[in-house]
């Protein structure tokens, strides 16, 4: 057991030769830990020289929000009312790729901004999935080439944001065993997703 904090792991790993920060990385995880530690402690001082009402509205509240927005739609990227879950046993890298979903922000968002700014990965998390270090200038090429040649299997959800997360919500609280998936238990729910 490890954690982002503390590079050494806390027990005996199961696989002792995988480990999470190997080499150099260790001191990169204390460095980051410096860092953290230095932000925290000038937002202390912020908030005990100016107020805590002036440290929340100027960093905190950004912060909690940009962090929101974040954790849904990675949430929305990895999760829907049909996509399934694998065993240990029967996932793999490839099937984890295909069970992403890329959700573009146009409904929300008409003019592109938002797109503009997170580098269209909203539309493109798919590529992202087949190889991470695809920079993001080259991104929507390589979902085309996804689109083309995986069409029967490549996922894309148009539904607006907002909706999407609506019948996400709803529908994908628990997981029960089919065959050798979890499935979404969802069935006495459709009527409400919609």
């Known amino acids: 057991m490890t954690n982002h904090f503390l590079p050494n792991p806390l027990t005996e790993p199961k696989q002792p030769k995988k480990e999470l920060f190997p080499g150099n990385w260790k ?10 530690a230095t932000v925290a402690a000038g937002a202390l001082v912020w908030a005990a020289c100016n107020g ?3 440290m929340m509205a100027l960093y905190g509240g950004p912060l909690i929000v940009v962090n929101a927005w974040l954790v849904l739609y990675t949430w929305l990227q990895h999760t829907d ?3 399934p879950h694998f065993t240990d046993n029967d996932h793999n890298f490839v099937k ?4 992403t979903i890329d959700r573009p ?3 929300l968002d008409p003019w592109g901004f938002i ?8 539309s493109t998390h798919v590529a992202h ?4 270090t695809i920079p993001h200038y080259k991104a929507q090429a390589a979902t085309d080439a996804i689109k083309e040649n995986f069409p029967e299997i490549y996922l894309y959800d148009p539904t607006p944001i907002p ?5 996400v919500c709803k529908g994908c609280a628990a997981v029960e065993k089919r065959g050798d998936y979890y499935i979404w238990n969802n069935k006495d729910l459709t009527d409400e997703m919609i």
């Open 81 to 83: 009312v049909d996509v």
């Open 105 to 107: 922000y146009d409904k």
């Open 27 to 36: 001191e990169k995880v204390y460095q980051s830990d410096v860092g953290c």
């Open 163 to 167: 909706e999407a997360l609506w019948r």
């Open 115 to 122: 797109d503009f700014l997170h580098h269209k990965i909203g």
């Open 52 to 54: 805590p009402a002036e």
């Open 129 to 132: 999935h087949f190889d991470s």
């Open 96 to 99: 984890g790729a295909f069970h």
